[in-house]
């Protein structure tokens, strides 16, 4: 059965990159056919002659086939700001996204979509991740950055979803912060908070193995 999800995080930064690519490898070891997808990137740098996001080519690099760069991150912004911004001349059309997203669907069990910044980071003057994630219909997983505010952040983001209509449907917990004090105890917190399953903890690891991700991520829960 082809299933999919958004990404989303706390915040920019909260994880989501790594998340995804957890998910995509603890997703490939159930046998499963999975492709990443970043519909929206700012902040690229050219390759080959053309604007190229280091999310989008992990996410490239993990899939379990071969699928075009421009499938994976349609919209390659060169500046590191809200897309919004970075997008002015060449806006996002969430209807072209949606159906490379189809496409997309059509050739793996599983698409993980992530999404750009935090749940309402704009995506045009009209749209944010929220309103991209409904237009896909997919349920979503958070990925929360475990540090010092991370609370108030995953209990607003889980409103938030909520109040979208849309399945939350679990969260990763992203240790990348060294001087986090009281991970665990935060992680608890968090746990008895929300209504959606814990998948996984991602410790903090400086120079980490990202082909190794799936060993913290338990999709029974999914
Ligand atoms: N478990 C970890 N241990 C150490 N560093 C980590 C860990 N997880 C993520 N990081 C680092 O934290 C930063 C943010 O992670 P990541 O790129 O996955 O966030 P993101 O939400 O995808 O960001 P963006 O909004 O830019 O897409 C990166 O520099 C990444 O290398
Ligand atoms: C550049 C950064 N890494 C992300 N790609 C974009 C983050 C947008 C955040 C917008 C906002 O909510 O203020
Ligand atoms: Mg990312």
Redesign the pocket.
Known sequence: MQQGYLIT?TD???????ATLALMQAFKRQGKTVVGMKPVASGCRIEGGKLKNE?ALLLQAHASISVDYELINPYAYERPISPHLAGKDNPVDLALLKSRFLQLQALADIVLV?G??GWYAPINAREDISDLALAFGLPVIL?VAVKLGCINHAKLTAQAIASKGLRFAGWIA???DPDMVCAEDNVSTIQSALDAPLLGV?????S?DLNALHRFINLDAL
């Open positions: 995080g920019t930064n909260a994880g989501k990159t790594w999310d992530e750009a910044g990925a992203v240790c990348n991602i410790p903090y690891q400086p980490a």
